[in-house]
């Protein structure tokens, strides 16, 4: 099996915003630059640091990999942030150093009329090294385009079981595996209020809350779309189900789980509530460059994820 991001500096990503900026704006706009955090992490340190209320983003990147990615806040603000370039070493005896080095950055980008969001962004140019050599013949024979699964790190070890859980409003199992995931806010406030476990779970970070139903939306679209796969059916995008998006496969994985689609309308907790949308079923990866034995380079739509595109490349399931 190939390996990739044995170390954060295997998987490099960038941003390729939409539009370009402008010399002056409503918002600012910044490079962060950052290792060994997810985004989320990053932006709530930049908060706390600056003391800035609201900083936006186009995606969450994840945090074993070295990342680059647009954040904006309001212009008015601008006066609070100074030039900052934090790390932090971290070593254990079992991994050379750097290896959990805490890295950040910021670098000024320009100026917008609109907040950073996920519409700001093209896509991503993807720097990757993986265990495999990488032939020439190999690189000229792949074929671009797969199979637009989710992938590994929208799931991670339990999040969409977690998202399950919500939906199921089963928020004891949601929250006893919150708390096995070492979340500290979540074990306090069980200690606290015993059994308030939808207090508890009010207490995530909204993004934090969404990653986990959306774990499991996304989880039930990778299921369809094999589906689909699988009896050589292709079609152009698949609903990616919600509260008020249906799809019969989609119906039938959710029955499965003794939920359906109106499941996802949350009044227990309102921000819990997830729409649905379309996703195409199938992408393709662009401008694929080989930039020597173990190292490929190549853009990706927003939404796609280039493990998915590694996998495709080295294996023929799916």
């Known amino acids: 099996m190939v390996l990739i991001k044995q170390k954060p500096e295997d998987f ?7 539009y370009d900026p402008k010399e002056q704006g409503k918002y600012v706009y910044f490079w962060l630059t950052k290792k060994n955090w997810n ?12 003391g800035i209320n609201k900083i936006t983003f186009a995606g969450s990147k994840d945090r074993k990999a070295i990342t680059k990615q647009l954040i904006s806040f309001p212009s008015s603000e601008e006066n609070k942030v100074t030039k900052l370039e934090f790390k932090e ?26 907040p950073i969001s996920l519409g700001s962004l093209k896509g991503n140019i993807f720097t990757i090294k993986v265990s495999e050599k990488l032939l020439d013949e ?11 699964l989710f992938g590994e790190q929208r799931f991670s070890e339990n999040n969409h079981i977690i998202g399950k859980y919500i939906f199921q409003r089963k928020f004891d ?24 476990y939808i207090g508890a779970i009010r207490k995530l970070h909204k993004k934090v809350l969404m990653l986990y139903l959306h774990a499991y939306q996304s989880y039930i679209w990778n299921e369809t779309a094999i589906f689909f796969k699988k009896r050589s059916i292709k079609k152009d995008k698949i609903a990616l189900v919600g509260f008020d998006t249906y799809d019969e496969i989609s119906h039938e994985l959710l029955t499965r789980d003794n939920l359906e689609e109106r499941s996802f309308v949350m009044k227990e907790i309102p921000d819990a509530t997830i729409e649905g ?9 662009q ?32």
């Open 173 to 196: 199992k949601a929250v006893s595996l919150l708390i096995d995931q070492n979340n500290p806010e979540i074990k306090e406030h069980i200690e606290k209020y015993s059994n308030d």
């Open 287 to 318: 401008n694929l460059e080989r930039i020597d034995d173990h190292t490929i380079k190549f853009f990706l739509n927003k939404g796609t994820y280039a493990t998915t595109f590694i996998e495709h490349i080295f294996s023929e399931k799916i």
């Open 277 to 285: 949308e379309k996703r195409k079923m199938y992408e393709q990866a």
């Open 89 to 114: 070493a971290s070593i254990s005896k079992s991994s050379e150093f750097g290896l959990h080095e805490k890295y950040i950055k910021l670098e000024k980008y320009g100026y917008g009329d609109e």
């Open 39 to 50: 985004t989320v992490q990053a932006v709530e340190y930049l908060k706390k640091y600056f």
């Open 138 to 148: 190999k690189i000229k024979k792949i074929n671009p385009e797969f199979l637009n």
């Open 12 to 18: 490099l990503v960038e941003e390729v915003p939409l």
